[in-house]
């Protein structure tokens, strides 16, 4: 697969009718008792507990292990992406994610703890023994530059509720 070819038709039509660009995604949460659930992205549906630091059962992901997993596709997927666009020459690559929070704000025992990801950090694994420096440097800013939720989380938007 050439991921130009495939991506010409996108951009093409992209340019021609920029509203066809937009997209909404969609997850939907439902209770599967007190300290799981269930979420449905349209194309999968996954199993979550609250993480057992917070009194879940711990034996299935917690929504940070989501948001760190999704961090981790999102920098693999446009690393891969990136790297094949301007044909930088590489075996593999892996991104690794993680995150330091405390769970004393989740808990509400502490008001001097932030709630949530106090460092997240990412670490990309590039074994292309035959890219040039120039390369290397040019796959990681293009990589992180499109990286969806990287820019996300540097750039949070606004998050409206409904209740």
Known sequence: MQLR????PLKDR???D?????????????????????????RAVYQAQAHA??????TAACSGDLLLGALASCA?????????????PVRRIEVEVEG??????TLGIAKDV????????????IDAPEATPEQI?????KSEQYCVVMQTLRRPPAVGTAW
Do not use: H, W
């Open 5 to 8: 070819d495939v991506q010409r």
């Open 14 to 16: 992209y340019r021609a």
């Open 18 to 42: 920029p509203t066809s660009s937009q997209i909404t995604l969609r997850a939907k949460g439902s209770q599967d008792d007190t300290t799981s659930c269930s979420v449905d992205l349209g």
């Open 53 to 58: 630091g917070v009194g879940g059962a711990g």
């Open 76 to 88: 693999q997927l446009t690393a891969q992406m990136v790297a094949a666009a301007m044909n930088v």
């Open 100 to 105: 330091d929070l405390d769970l004393r704000g």
């Open 114 to 125: 932030a709630v949530g990801f106090e460092d997240i950090r990412v670490r990309y694994d």
């Open 137 to 141: 440097e040019a796959l990681r800013a």
